[in-house]
């Protein structure tokens, strides 16, 4: 049963520019949530998405947005994007919530 | 709202020692507990969790965790560790109420030495 996966896996961009990830999640798997990754906040959650509808939100500005389509793949979006959205983001997919989570691993994007 | 605090951020550790990682959080309701491990370069891997039930959960890789709900923890331990255990380790925990949604610990990295 293949995994979460994520790409791409390494990204540079430059500030003011725009960023798509994607995330396809396990086989069967309607929730994917998304998480950024930094030395210095730790581990925050984005957003998560449940049959293309989002259900949760963290506390993000609005140039992070994301999407979820028909087979459950999602996106996430950054745009204008600033020094300090240099991160991991961190893609996880699940079943039923309850259960936890199954994590990619990860993009690794860097704005210069 | 629920927060997770783990109390060693390093941890150095000798080859086949035991180890003992702290992670206590806070929630006036009902929670999910989890620990992930994360190995340079990768994303998290589930070690256990606990959802109800007994509170001695054992995960993979010889880890088990022990939840005491009067003290609001779950300890992670093993007790015996590899070189190949040296990685971040993150408890997390998350609730009905929020939607599941996880929470984590700031992480604590366990560096084993021969």
């Known amino acids: 049963k293949a995994g979460v996966t994520q790409t791409p896996r390494y990204l540079i961009k430059t500030r003011g520019q725009q960023v798509t990830l994607s995330c396809s999640p396990i086989s069967g798997h309607r929730s994917v949530s998304w998480y950024q990754q930094t030395p210095g906040q730790g581990l925050q959650f984005l957003f998560e998405y449940f049959s293309e509808t989002q259900r949760n939100k963290g506390n993000f500005p609005g140039r992070f947005s994301g999407r979820q389509f028909s087979n459950s793949r999602s996106e996430m979006n950054v745009s204008t994007l600033e020094l300090g959205d240099s991160a991991l983001y961190l893609c996880?997919?699940?079943?039923?919530?309850?259960?936890?989570?199954?994590f990619g691993s990860g993009t690794r994007l860097t704005v210069v | 709202a629920q927060s997770v605090t783990q109390l060693d951020s390093q941890v150095p550790v000798f080859e086949e020692a035991p180890v003992e990682l702290r992670c206590n959080y806070s929630?006036?309701?009902?929670?999910?507990l989890f620990w992930y491990v994360q190995y340079p370069n990768q994303g998290l891997q589930l070690l256990l969790k606990y959802l109800s039930g007994s509170t001695l959960v054992k995960g993979i890789n010889g880890f088990e965790a022990e939840f005491n709900k009067s003290q609001t923890s779950f300890h992670l331990r093993k007790p015996s560790v590899h070189i190949s255990d040296t990685a971040e380790y993150f408890c997390a925990v998350s609730e009905s109420s929020n939607d599941y949604k996880l929470s984590f610990g700031a992480g604590t990295t366990v560096t084993v030495r021969a």
């Open positions: 996880a997919s699940s079943s039923t919530a309850v259960y936890g989570y199954t």
């Open positions: 929630s006036s309701v009902s929670v999910y």
